[in-house]
């Protein structure tokens, strides 16, 4: 290579090296969250069958029937879904001796109908236990309020923005880099097994959930005109 194109190249890296610096000036990272609280609209319930007996085979008899009665009652509610969960059994010791066999099956009930699950629920508790229930926003609902919040949460990152735009004395800026995230706060309240010991339905109410948008990013401070 010659001189010639030895400095032509030298003069077109350092052309790309002050472009990179220009790049990357001025960046600062910026985040903002807006919220919302989001009436829980699904109520669940998680209710299940267990037996103990030194017969394993009697054992998942007396499951099965008791989970058919189940099924049947819930065919009943057209607005409750109810999936059955796994059948297990294991044996219990005492003393290092295999003294009897426990057995258990689950039943998860799901319905946007608080009454008619309550109401199930209290009818099931004849011969299975309730272990817990609980409310949460469907995904129905919950994305319509995320898709609510969106706008207010990138205008508050434009606010943001501008601030640090007039404190550093910036003429413009741009974004860089823009995310958007969402999170909620879990679950509604959870009723557990010790407190629904009765049998008749249980009152209760489906609270609310924190619903959020985040909006984080990058932005480029720019010089004013000159």
């Known amino acids: 290579m010659s001189m010639r194109w030895f400095l032509l190249s030298l003069v077109m890296m350092t052309g790309i090296a ?6 990357v000036f001025d960046r600062v990272s910026l985040q903002a969250e807006v919220s919302r609280e989001v009436e829980n609209d699904r109520m669940r319930a998680v209710l299940a069958v267990q037996e103990e007996g030194s017969d394993p085979a009697q054992l998942a008899e007396r499951i099965n029937q008791a ?3 189940a099924l049947g009652q819930v065919e009943s509610f057209e607005s409750v879904t109810g999936e ?28 946007g109908d608080f009454t008619a699950l309550s109401s199930l629920v209290g009818q099931l508790q004849e011969k299975i236990q309730v272990q817990s229930m609980g409310f949460e926003v469907s995904e129905k609902t919950r994305r319509a309020a995320e898709n609510d ?13 501008e601030r640090v735009r ?16 969402t999170r909620g706060n879990g679950p509604g309240p959870v009723y557990r097994m010790e407190t629904m010991a009765e049998r008749a339905p249980p009152a209760v109410k489906g609270g609310e959930t924190t619903v959020s948008v985040i909006v984080s990013g990058t932005i480029q401070l720019l010089p004013g005109k000159p």
Not at 18 to 23: G, K, N, Q, S, T
Not at 151 to 159: I, N
Not at 166 to 181: H, P, S, T, Y
Request: no cysteine.
């Open 18 to 23: 002050a472009a990179d610096d220009e790049a």
């Open 67 to 69: 989970m058919r009665w």
């Open 84 to 111: 059955t969960g796994g059948y297990r059994t294991r044996p219990v010791y005492q003393k290092g001796t295999l003294t009897h066999w426990r057995a258990v099956q689950s039943l998860r009930l799901e319905s």
């Open 149 to 161: 919040l969106i706008d207010d949460a990138l205008g508050a990152f434009k606010v943001r923005a």
């Open 166 to 181: 007039q404190n550093l004395g910036a003429g413009d800026w741009r974004i860089v880099q823009l995310n958007i995230g």
